[in-house]
């Protein structure tokens, strides 16, 4: 076998796979989208170079030898992103389990060892690869070592010979050190000669060949200003060459025969993917959930084509599946049943057909365990079967039990819980497009064991909620609630799809005048929806300064049009073109695709078992999700409209929900005087953390406060704060720290917290919720911080979840005691939104401040705002 060495920079990789792919967490919450990228990138060059020698280097921190010469080498480089940092150690691991050497050597830097290493292969008689995002490295190119240059993404690349060289640059590897050293290096800090740039430095090179041979033949250089600058720094072209160069003959412990690669770890590569979340990668092993599943135990059931009263019992557990997800649109194709009596399998109509059956359903007096309590009413109401006595729900009391577990499906849970395993479905019913019902031999039987596994499993579940002292969370909110939302989806909320075709239309006519007004400041006519032609548009015709390039051409991405703002008058406009045409597309167009045919409604579902700081969340559609900075985004809320004739919209909201659950929970004096006094939190934070009084608190002081107040409350980095404020990092540091001192209480609260976290594993909300955080006492130190961060936020976003489910609660009753028609529609975040009876407005403008500022009693008043009016939008 031919001798091949891959040598991959590890840093430059992980680098590009974190701005490549947005941001992305694992059930733990740490941030994965680096690691994910890393291992795409991976396995591609596992399968495409198949090498029998491997080996990926690191740098093993800020300072190396190059310091010495020049201390401020890398200096503008910003820190790196605790988002990134914290998926290091994660990629350490992949390394291992793929079976692949890693090494990184104090005072050096991966490039260092990348290039001792490829000139050792060389030497050997090896064909050489290298993988990186720096093109730093393409210096190392030669006949035996191709260099391949990440481009866009992570897996488009720009494959450097010494031909190619040749073609880009006109010059040969070799020389590009010598165009460092003349044009410099910004990325690197390395200053190069001031005014020289890279035409300037490749026609130099050409002539005279290296940075020596030219320093020692200034005068024969054309051009007065252009001798004046090579003379003034010369000092600084020769440092800079010395600063580019790469060593290739670093003092490493490592040989290239040691780095032979034998392939990866399979077992221990499938735990680091399960850890990581990476499903679709597992697939790919062949890690499928029905290899995860123990032997099943036999089940004795019974098929029932008749539901006679000697079947059903006062305890029992049901269960009905439905191949679709979406229960609303789905169909039941099964059921199942477990008490005292047997286990039972029957079909829809079976059930349809037993007034036993509907007698057992609805009545509270017989207790009913069952896997999703809201599939559960909502699929059998459809039918016209109110069922009633629902006191055990799996799904939501294993997601109580472990937040991170949101998600997992049946076979999953039951495994967790120590029950020999139910099959998965997708063992059962198969996958994608070849999913299908099976036979109803292997259906019932499925089925069965579902019934038979809820049944086991409500006494298992109940003693840990007991043990956890959670029994009352899921009894009394989560459970309660489950059934409210259930009728929520159930009512659905009525849409005008009329009011929703005009709005597409005016929308069509505002983008097509945006256009008219795009092309006059072009100075002609062009696709808009085509970055090719843009990009000349924008950086040709109208000469704007490039931002970024990608292998196509011109960057247009939105990022790089927002720094374009001030430059010209096209670019607000092509902004706005743009957000039109997302809202036409994905909302008005995405709505009108979900509207009931029968009731005329949208029915979206409420995920209750879903976030880990117990946040509801909407899908099919997604209705909190509908863009309102925007007012034609605002206006697509007035196509949701009452149900009934001479009915209105009413909303309320928390206002501040979060900023007053911290200052219950941490105690501080300021901020809590400050919400006591009915102060805006925003303006009184710029106040003390400015040092300025309330008159002299300007806009952009209190959105800088703003930012942080809400940065405080989900655990935001300086990295974080800086990318929303647009300021430095360094900046965006000193301002929480201002902040936290400040506000002591605060400081006080996120130690003890901290410590808490430590001590017992996880941290608490005010009515008990748990969020497990395993990394708290990691000896690595980033890991360690994000779980800290999460240790400080969870308790707050968690509380005001709380606060707002039981809320819904407590508003349900109320409505029922004062005998109103009005119903509660739709949960938005920190909003509830009505249809109510115009003569039951009075009513609600009373009750509903009252009963929601009353849901949970705290150190400081909770504050309600509404508003009322014959569409949602409306109503705000």
Known sequence: MAKKLVLIDGNSIAYRAFFALPLLNNDKGVHTNAVYGFTTMLQKILEDEKPSHIMVAFDAGKTTFRHKTFKEYKGGRQKTPPELSEQFPYIRELLDAYGIKRYEKENYEADDIIGTLSLQAETDGYEVKIFSGDKDLTQLSTDKTTVCITRKGITDLEIYTPDHIKEKWEISPDQIIDMKGLMGDSSDNIPGVP??????????????????????????????????????????????????????????????????????????????????????????????????????????????????????????????????????????????????????????????????FKNWAESDENRKYVYDSKQTVVSLKRHGIDIKGIVFDLSLTSYILNPSSSGDDFASIAKTHGLPAVDSDEAVYGKGAKQKVPAEENLSEHLARKAAAIFELESVCTKELEENEQFDLINELELPLALILAEMEYTGVKVDKQRLLDMKEELGSRIEELEVKIHELAGENFNINSPKQLGVILFEKLGLPVVKKTKTGYSTSADVLEKLQSKHDIIDYILHYRQLGKL??????????????????????????????????????????????????????????????????????????????????????????????????????????????????????????????????????????????????????????????????????????????????????????????????????????????????????????????????????????????????????????????????????????????????????????????????DAK
């Open 195 to 356: 005014g020289v740039g890279e035409k300037t430095a490749i026609k130099l090179l050409k002539e005279f060949g290296t940075v020596e041979k030219l320093l020692v033949s200034i005068d024969e250089v054309s051009g007065k200003k252009l001798k004046e600058k090579l003379e003034e720094h010369k000092e600084s072209a020769v440092m800079s060459k010395e600063l580019a160069t790469i060593l290739r003959e670093a003092p490493i412990e490592i040989k290239v025969d040691e780095l032979d690669y034998e392939g990866m770890d399979a077992s221990k590569l499938k735990e680091v993917f399960k850890d990581l979340g990476f499903n679709s990668l597992l697939e790919k092993m062949g890690e499928t959930p029905q290899e995860e599943v123990q032997e099943l135990e036999e089940i004795s059931y019974e098929i029932l084509q008749e539901i006679e009263g000697k079947h059903l019992g006062k305890e029992s557990s049901l269960y009905i599946e439905m191949l679709e997800d979406n229960y609303h649109l789905g169909s039941i194709i099964g059921m199942s049943m477990h008490n005292e009596k047997g286990t039972f399998y029957f079909s829809l109509d079976a059930a349809l057909k037993s007034e036993d």
């Open 584 to 873: 036409q597309s994905t909302y008005l167009e995405g709505l009108l695709k979900v509207i009931h045919e029968d009731s005329g409604k949208i029915h979206t579902r409420f995920n209750q078992a879903l976030t880990q700081t117990g946040r509801l969340s909407s899908i099919d559609p997604n209705l909190q999700n509908i863009p309102i900075r925007l007012e034609e985004g605002r206006k697509i809320r007035q196509a949701f409209i009452p149900s009934e004739q001479g009915w209105v919209m009413f909303a309320a909201d928390y206002s501040q929900i979060e900023l007053r659950v911290l200052a219950h929970i941490a105690g501080d004096e300021k901020l809590v005087e400050a919400f006591r006094n009915d102060m805006d939190i925003h303006t009184k934070t710029a106040m003390d953390v400015f040092g300025v009084s309330k008159e002299e608190v300007t806009s952009n002081m209190r959105r800088h406060a703003k930012a942080v107040n809400f940065g405080i409350v989900y655990g935001i980095s300086d990295y974080g704060l800086s990318q929303s404020l647009d300021i430095t990092r360094k900046e965006a540091g000193e301002f929480i720290k201002k902040y936290l001192e400040s506000f002591p209480g605060v400081k006080e609260y996120m130690d003890d917290i901290v410590q808490e976290a430590k001590q017992k594993g996880f941290v608490n909300t005010l009515l008990n919720r748990r969020r497990y955080l395993p990394e708290i006492t990691s000896r690595n130190f980033n890991l360690r911080s994000f779980a800290e961060r999460t240790a400080m936020n969870t308790p707050i976003q968690g509380s005001a979840a709380d606060i707002i489910k039981k809320a819904m609660i407590d508003m349900a009753l109320r409505l029922k005691e004062e005998n109103l028609q009005s119903r509660l529609l739709l949960q938005v975040h920190d909003e509830l939104i009505f249809e109510a009876p115009e003569n039951e407005i009075e009513t609600l403008k009373k009750i509903v401040p009252e009963v929601m500022e009353n849901a949970m009693e705290l150190e400081v008043p909770l504050k309600v705002d509404y508003s009322y009016g014959p569409t949602w939008y």
